[in-house]
């Protein structure tokens, strides 16, 4: 299992990435959302989806450490 947080941050393309503890493409720690540990990216991104239903609709998972989460 994995940690895994939400980046606080929108992308350019308006998206909240989803991001394993330790990805290099993650976010600076006082932009992170903690998620928790999960199995996959699939299991994280649901996760924060349901946290956060607000943005749900423009959550998706880091396209390098969670790419089977990752639409783009």
């Known amino acids: 299992m994995n940690f895994y ?3 606080n941050n929108q992308q350019p393309n308006g998206d ?3 991001h394993q503890f330790n990805c290099l493409h993650g976010a ?3 932009n ?10 699939v299991a994280a991104v649901a996760a924060a989806k349901q946290k956060y ?3 749900a609709n423009r959550i998706n998972g880091c396209y390098y450490c ?7």
């Not at 992170?32 to 990216?41: A, E, I, M, V």
């Not at 969670?66 to 783009?72: K, L, P």
């Open 5 to 7: 947080y939400m980046n």
């Open 53 to 55: 239903p607000h943005v």
């Open 28 to 30: 600076r720690q006082e």
């Open 66 to 72: 969670s790419s089977e989460s990752n639409t783009d």
């Open 16 to 18: 909240f990435e989803v």
């Open 32 to 41: 992170r959302l903690n998620l928790g540990y999960f199995n996959n990216g």
